[in-house]
Structures are given as structure tokens and as C-alpha cells.
């Protein structure tokens, strides 16, 4: 049998067949969920199908507007509150946090799984070495119908990172820069296996993070390595006695193409309006003042990004003239900030704390910016109208960064507090 890719071989184990990049097949699903943004066309094509039981392993997760911020939404959670209720599968409600922390939290997720989300960030499970890809809601109700879907084998880009990160300078510096080299299209249908000293020295939460803004490349699915640093991780939420593999790549696989990057003189790196791509290092745009600053997201809510950002804010206070907002991505990651002090920091600094969950990110709710106005946020869009203002201007950088321009006023290079 020919060497794999780490693609090819979950995709061929699903299958029951020996794939290749290219073919194509019907996959067996290892896991599913929608979230309130897309439950509800899930919700009525179930319905529409006459289905009665599931065939996969299904959640909902109530986390993009989160209290309900209108009669319209409100309706919307109440619906999948009742279908959850009717079909006996778990629902995460208000207050537990964004879908790609509390489904990795809660052990749904494992190296060589099939997952499947009715949201585009669900690439973000790449970092426990699963094969996990958005789909549209009415794909997702077919696999909860037949338990399997059909995919086309991508081809797979192997990433190397060399050198050593500098202080000041984070996970999402990183998959910035990588954005703006190989621009928003670079991996379009492909997978992304990442390997090198900065990944194997990275902490999960920045594996999370990477592995989450692989979507911006266009990609399908993205891969870290399952090593020691995902193994205790996962241990810790799944108990000692779970058995799963540590799936790699095959020695010989092949690529579609290799990329190395040496990120040792790597600067802190801002994506500027009004596409992800369109990335700069930050010191260079102090000129731009902002108005509001977000840290959260399903990019940069976890703990590391937390203590990176209270390390610029300890003992200092925002600028009057900001909006600094702050949402944990979890009730979890919320708990552990307050137990290290964290929280404490962020309010005495000035920040405003909002609910476990996706926050302003998507537009809906927490923090709409107002007319003309400049966001730095530690997202993962910076779309027209992304934050529910198509006259806003939205950046993305680091937490370190985000908090630095917070306290300044206008967009700082962080590393003169590390």
C-alpha cells in the first residue's frame, strides 16, 4: 500500500477503502454539530427527512448570540432547546462557550476522527489530529440521517516551522504571516499537516489557534502533530483508559506542495481591512487609532491567550477612549482566569467581561462598532461588516497585541512588555 497522508489515511479508515488525494468516497462520521447560527435549517431538514434517531453522535451548542439579544434569536435557542429535548442529544446553552473550545473540552473529539460542523472554523479540531471540516446544515442533516457523507480526498500541504518565537510574539503571529504568504486562496480544498521545533515547543491552546485560521487559506482540514503536549491534554478531559491512536503521517506520503518558514526574526503581524491576507507587522500602523478592542473567539479565548494579554495590562489602565470587551471561550477557560487572577486584572485595567461565547466576533451582539469606527480584535475575520458594521474597520492581531493597542489607544507592538 502506498504511503498516506494523515487526510488520506482518516478518510481511507472511514471509507473502508485505500484512497488516494482525488478520489472520491462516502465516509462514516464520527461526530456532528450545528450551532445557533445554523441549528435551525438543520433542525427543519431533519424534520423535512422524517428522520426518528440519529446514525452519528450529535451536540448543539447555543454560543453566537449568547444571551439572546432579540425576540427573533430567542426563538431560534428555544427551538433547538426543544429539539434537543426531543431527540435526547446534548445541547451547550448559554453561558457554556463557543463550539470549538467546549466540544474539545468535553472529549467528543479525538486523533483520527471524522468530524463534521455546520460552522467554517470546525477545521479548529486539527489540533487533537482529527480530520474535522464545516459543511452547509442540510449536508450536516444528511449525515445525521445516514450516519456517512461523501467527500472528495485533498491533496495536502506540509508546513515547517524553524526557529524559535520571540518574545511578545504568538501563535497568531504565525498563521498571520502564513496568510499573507500564501494569501486567502493558497490551500483552497486542500489539507495543511504541520510539523517543526515551533510546533513541537507550542502549547495546545496556540495549536488551536493555528489550526483554527486554516479556513482563511481556504482550507478543508489542517493537522498538528499527536504527540505527548495532545495526549496529556486529552487525558485530562477524557479519563486514562480511552484508547485512541496517534495517528501520523506515512514516511514517503506525498505532497502537493512543502512550505518551510524560519520564524525567528518573526514581529508581532496585524490583518488589516478588509481581508485576512492583506497582513502588515504591527509597529508600522501606530498611526491607526481605534475604538474598540476584543479579546475571545474560538481563535484566541483560552487560557495561554488570557495570561498573555494580562501580562500587558497588569497595573495599567485602558484608554478612555476604547472599548475594550473580553469573552472567555469557555465557562471552563472563565473558572481557571478567575482562580489565576486574570479577570481581576482585566476589570482593574478597565476591560468589560461579557458571557462565555462568541461575543461581538460575528456581529450580532456585545459590541457592534459604531459608524467609521476601528476595531483590533483577536478574531479570525475582518470581512466588511464582520462585527455587524460594514463601515467599521476591523484588524486582527495577537491577544498581546490587542491589549498593547488597547492601553495606547492605536495599534503597539506588544513586545515591550515581555
Known amino acids: ?66 444571551p439572546s439579544p432579540s425576540e427573533g434569536v430567542s426563538r431560534v435557542h428555544k427551538k433547538m432547546r426543544d429539539f434537543s429535548n426531543s431527540f435526547k442529544t446534548r445541547i451547550f446553552d448559554i453561558g457554556c462557550g463557543v463550539c470549538h473550545q467546549v466540544i474539545p473540552e468535553s472529549g467528543n473529539v479525538l486523533p483520527g476522527y471524522l468530524v463534521l460542523g455546520a460552522d467554517s472554523h470546525t477545521c479548529t479540531y486539527g489540533a487533537l ?40 510574539v504568538f501563535a497568531k503571529d504565525v498563521i498571520l504571516y502564513i496568510i499573507g504568504k500564501l494569501k486567502s486562496d493558497g490551500a483552497t480544498y486542500k489539507t495543511v ?35 505527548k503536549k495532545t495526549l496529556v491534554w486529552l487525558r485530562s478531559r477524557i479519563g486514562k483508559d480511552k484508547h485512541f491512536e496517534q495517528i501520523s503521517a506515512d514516511k514517503g506520503a506525498s505532497y502537493e506542495s512543502v512550505y518551510e518558514f524560519d520564524i525567528s526574526r518573526l514581529k508581532p503581524m496585524v490583518s488589516m481591512p478588509h481581508s485576512v491576507d492583506n497582513v502588515s507587522e504591527a509597529h508600522v500602523l501606530k498611526k491607526v487609532k481605534i475604538g474598540e478592542a476584543f479579546l475571545g473567539t474560538c481563535t484566541n479565548g ?14 495599567r489602565k485602558v484608554c478612555p477612549q476604547v472599548k475594550f470587551i473580553i469573552a472567555p471561550s469557555s465557562r471552563e477557560v472563565y473558572l481557571e482566569a478567575l482562580r489565576l487572577g486574570l ?25 457592534v462598532p459604531s459608524d467609521g469606527e476601528a476595531v483590533i480584535s483577536t478574531a479570525n475575520r475582518n470581512f466588511k461588516g464582520r462585527m455587524g458594521n460594514p ?7 495577537s491577544p498581546a497585541t490587542v491589549a498593547a493597542s488597547a492601553l495606547k489607544g492605536y495599534i503597539s507592538d506588544p513586545r515591550g512588555y515581555f
Not at 214 to 224: I, R, W
Not at 391 to 397: G, S
Request: a positive charge; hydrophobic letters at 45%.
Open 391 to 397: 463601515t467599521a474597520f476591523i484588524y486582527l492581531a
Open 343 to 367: 479577570i481581576d486584572i482585566f476589570i482593574k485595567a478597565g476591560a468589560a467581561i461579557v458571557a462565555p461565547g462568541c461575543g461581538p466576533c460575528v456581529g450580532t451582539h456585545n459590541g
Open 129 to 168: 489530529g482529527a480530520f474535522s471540516t464545516g459543511v452547509g446544515s442540510t449536508d450536516l442533516a444528511i449525515a445525521l440521517a445516514t450516519g456517512r457523507n461523501w467527500f472528495k480526498v485533498p491533496e495536502t500541504i506540509k508546513i515547517v516551522i524553524k526557529g524559535k518565537l520571540a518574545k511578545g
Open 193 to 227: 499537516e504541520f510539523s517543526g521545533p515551533v510546533i513541537d515547543n507550542m502549547g495546545m491552546d496556540g495549536r488551536f489557534t493555528i489550526c483554527n485560521m486554516l479556513v482563511e487559506l481556504g482550507a478543508k482540514a489542517g493537522f498538528m502533530p499527536v504527540d
Open 302 to 315: 483560552r487560557i495561554d491567550d488570557f495570561k498573555a494579554a494580562a501580562k500587558v495590562l497588569n497595573g
Open 1 to 66: 500500500m502506498r504511503p498516506q497522508t494523515i487526510a488520506e489515511k482518516i478518510l481511507s479508515r472511514h471509507s473502508g477503502k485505500n484512497l488516494a488525494a482525488g478520489d472520491f468516497a462516502v465516509c462514516k462520521v464520527d461526530f456532528a454539530f450545528g450551532q445557533d447560527g445554523t441549528s435551525s435549517i438543520i433542525i427543519d431538514r431533519i424534520k423535512e427527512l422524517g428522520v426518528k434517531d440519529f446514525k452519528t453522535k450529535f451536540c448543539m451548542v447555543i454560543d453566537h448570540s449568547a
